[in-house]
């Protein structure tokens, strides 16, 4: 059986637990342990100097390959194009969006740098997977470099509309480097849509839709297919987190605090595409509007911090404190704190534990790929007694749980009636939302997201090169 090689701009720290949440991270790391492998990427220390060197670590059937990066090539790879560049255009924030020339000219040198370091460590056999906005350079630097092994892409982000692609002056070089993959992976059908859409009408490559359900796609000179894989999460292994958890002491410190209160639970890494501002400000709303709800439900927004070297997140964070004081000055009792805003991690069982213990999951992304606390949030709940998920329609989760209160993290007061309905749910509506999500979560777990990517990596590979030439007028 062939390995399977990891490839992710980050090697994410494993603990008892798993790694902490988050979407890649989880997603990746359940679907590698399984299989065994390897993943290789950065370990995440940034050098003043010398030559970094590959470290090696076997975990079980794991062997995982990491390295460091110079303080240059950081700035300039991951604060710069990667962060400043890629992420907010791929978010739709093409306001935020800083280029500057020569990061990029650094993106693209360490990604030729991260694949010569890989290809002594690769066999003949082995499948690479690549993930994320990172790594999208990675493939066409591993054929530079003679590797012919299959070579998939998955990208964990939204794949912007082509009119805010356009916003990325390398944008053409971007997607050529994509198609240099043999299959490319995204978390939506609009997503995929997208793709197609720059394929065509900006590349002037050309689509079909294939009887398997993939597209085909010829541009640049290659052939390569591509198709949608909403990941997954495993629905009850993070079910019996929560109910291990139950009686531990952040939750018992959660009740013994409440007094009894109902709490609207979310957790973010603290970013602007996270919606946070907005949330905070409906959650006012709903307490203006409906005065019943004062003194009777607190809202716990459990933000990590994250490149916090970058101005753009040291905003929100002074944003939201800003937020959070203003609030709680205006409504707060002497026994009571509408919000707790915890600017901290936590273990993955211990999130798990805390979503069990809330009777809403507030997760309001401005635009997220797919969003996995949603799904973990759903995941956790009491089956007898379950909360209630308040979803984004701009997270790609919002695709699948429909059971879900959806709404538009735009519309304050949209939002903040969401919240009343969620909070006087009865529990008939509730057993019956909760009960349609699991079957979905439980359909659509990471074992049938990572299965299905492997299979079809594996058939695109060996049949393309004997494929005939679409025809000009597909798309």
Partial sequence: MSRLIIVSNRVAPISEGGPAAGGLAVGVYDALKETGGMWFGWSGDVLASGQPQIALEERGPVTFATIGLLRRDYDQYYRGFSNATLWPAFHYRADLVQYDRHEYEGYSRVNAWLAQQLVPLLREDDVIWVHDYHLIPFAQALRAAGVKNRIGFFLHIPFPASQVLLAVPPHRELVQALCAFDLLGFQTRPDLRAFCDYIVNEAGGTTALQPDGLTRIEAFGQT???????????????????????????????????????????????????????????????????????????????????????????????????????????????????????????????????????NVGYVTPLRDGMNLVAKEYVSAQDPEDPGVLVLSRFAGAAQELSGALIVNPLDIDGMADALGTALSMPLAERLARYQDMMAQLRENNVSVWRDRFMRDLGRVSVRQASLPPLERAQG
Wanted: proline share 5%.
């Fill in 224 to 358: 390569l297919c591509a198709g949608d894989y909403p990941i997954g999460v495993y629905p009850d292994e993070i079910a019996e987190l929560a109910r291990a958890g139950e009686r531990g002491k952040p939750v018992r410190t959660l009740k013994s605090t409440l007094h009894g209160r109902k709490v609207i639970m979310s957790v973010d890494r603290l970013d602007y595409s996270k919606g946070l501002v907005e949330r905070f400000r409906a959650f006012e709303r709903l307490l203006d509007h409906t005065p019943a709800q004062r003194n009777k439900v607190s809202f716990v927004q459990i933000a990590p911090p994250t490149r916090a070297d970058l101005h753009a997140y040291q905003d929100i964070r002074l944003r939201l404190e800003a937020e959070s004081g203003r609030i709680n000055g205006r409504y707060a009792e002497l026994d009571w704190t509408p919000i707790w805003y915890i600017h901290r991690q936590y273990e993955r069982a211990v999130l798990a534990a805390l979503f069990r213990a809330s």
